[in-house]
């Protein structure tokens, strides 16, 4: 299963756009990319899975280049609700038995 | 839809006691995971099921045993609890293929002492 890194955290300001990028050099030719979401005491939330290219829905938009070895996550204008942890995972659930969650990226978002 | 249901939300144990995490889900998910998720740390895979009657090990299995009996219900038991097992579980669940990914529940929060 391909191994993900990402920065362990970040900064941004209300109302500005926030890219999230993800590693994953030894992605396989059938892996999706899937980011989740995780506040604080709950479960993690499904934000976006891609393939290649762009994936856009009414959250978040997911960049993926054609090599596939990296993928961002864009997060428009965030507010303080955004303040969240973001995971990278590669695999797909059904067919990947036992993907690993990673550390994720902590993401702060300031007034 | 309720999705993934856990019970309890809250348990504080003594070491050595036993009990069992009940997830439920109403999605007719074939995957079911339990997790358990420390401060400051990612959520670590602790076993999962690929269907009813079926179970495997994940990456920290230790100390924790599963079945699947129903193709809805995930059960997650503590034989003898220990201080190390101090943690927030998450159970989760998929469908197979693309388009989607887990489901999780809302965790159980566990404190052994």
């Known amino acids: 299963l391909a191994k993900t890194t990402q920065p362990i955290s970040m900064d941004s300001y209300e109302g500005q756009e926030v890219n999230i990028t993800c590693s994953h050099n030894?992605?396989?030719?059938?892996?999706?990319i899937t980011w989740y979401q995780q506040f604080p005491s709950q479960g993690p939330r499904f934000i976006i899975q891609g393939y290649k290219t762009k994936v856009t829905n009414e959250v978040a938009s997911l960049f993926i280049p054609a090599d596939r070895k990296s993928s961002t996550l864009s997060l428009p204008r965030v507010s303080l609700s955004d303040t969240a942890v973001y995971y990278c995972l590669v695999g797909l659930p059904g067919r990947d038995d036992k993907i690993i969650f990673g550390k994720g990226t902590r993401l702060h978002i300031l007034p | 839809n309720a999705g993934v249901t856990q019970t309890p939300k809250f348990r504080v144990l003594k070491t050595g006691q036993s009990m069992t995490l009940l997830c439920a889900q109403d999605m007719n998910h074939e995957y079911m995971y339990w997790y358990r998720q420390d401060p400051g740390m990612g959520l670590r895979l602790i076993h999962y099921?690929?269907?009813?009657?079926?179970?495997a090990k994940g990456e920290v299995p230790d100390g924790y045993n599963v079945s699947r009996l129903k193709k809805q219900n995930f059960l997650l038991g503590l034989e003898s609890a220990a201080p190390s097992q101090t943690s927030v579980y998450f159970c989760?669940?998929?469908?197979?293929?693309?388009?989607?990914?887990?489901?999780f529940g809302s965790g159980t929060r566990l404190t052994v002492v």
């Open positions: 099921s690929v269907g009813e009657g079926t179970t």
């Open positions: 989760a669940s998929s469908y197979r293929g693309q388009g989607h990914g887990y489901t």
């Open positions: 030894n992605i396989a030719t059938n892996d999706y």
